[in-house]
């Protein structure tokens, strides 16, 4: 079985902050872990995925996560954040074993403020 | 602008009508994916076709078929749902999927359903 928590509900942070969204994951087999925004009223967008390789991962509109197996962890990142990030962020999870089917984290709502 | 087309954005029905949702994609994907979305809340897994072969149901009322006409279209038929089936639903599509190796979806903007 594979299951995600997203540590934080609500980030509330100041333009231009640093912002970091925490993400643990569960699985008993190798995992691929993906992050996901969801801008009101729109669907779901791809930020950055895990597959193999290189544990840092860097996304679109500045993001980046880091895959931590030690720890089960795979938290996003952004140096500087813009009022235009604020949304919900989910983070997901699959696996070999489950082909087809991501497992998705109750989401985080960050809010930008000016 | 998405890559994968829902149609329609809203739709409003009685409990005894029958609509359909539509989803299109022209990415070459093998995978199609309808989930439910209630607010404040993550997707729900509904349905996966692969090669245009139903691979998962994950217990899903018989209220909501499913049709997968051909590689790029998957339709959702409704026919007597119940208020609390009002929610967003998701179309998504991806690679196709193998054993060992999980793509990212990329999801449609959803057709938002209100069940009167």
């Known amino acids: 079985a594979q299951s995600v928590t997203q540590l934080d509900s609500q980030v509330p942070v100041f333009e231009e902050a640093p912002v970091e969204l925490r993400c643990n994951y569960s699985s008993s087999v190798s995992v691929y872990l993906f992050w996901y925004v969801q801008y009101p009223n729109q669907g779901l967008q791809l930020l950055l995925k895990?597959?193999?390789?290189?544990?840092l991962v860097k996304g679109i509109n500045g993001f980046e996560a880091e895959f931590n197996k030690s720890q089960t962890s795979f938290h996003l990142r952004k140096p500087s954040v813009h009022i235009s990030d604020t949304a919900e962020y989910f983070c997901a999870v699959s696996s070999g074993a489950n082909a087809g089917k991501s497992t998705f984290g109750d989401g985080t709502t960050l809010t930008v403020k000016p | 602008d998405t890559e994968v087309t829902q149609t329609p954005k809203h739709l409003v029905m009685g409990m005894t009508n029958k609509k359909s949702l539509k989803c299109e994609q022209h990415?070459?994907?093998?995978?199609m994916y309808w989930y439910k979305q209630k607010a404040k809340k993550p997707p729900e897994l509904m349905f996966v076709y692969s090669y245009e072969k139903l691979s998962i149901n994950e217990s899903v009322p018989s209220r909501f078929s499913p049709e997968c006409p051909n590689s790029s279209l998957l339709n959702l038929h409704l026919h007597a749902l119940q208020p609390e089936d009002s929610a967003l639903y998701l179309c998504?599509?991806?690679?196709?999927?193998?054993?060992?190796?999980?793509?990212?979806?990329?999801f449609g903007d959803g057709t938002r359903l209100s069940i009167l």
């Open positions: 998504a599509s991806s690679q196709a999927i193998l054993q060992g190796n999980n793509q990212p979806q990329h």
């Open positions: 895990y597959l193999s390789g290189s544990t």
């Open positions: 990415m070459g994907h093998r995978a």
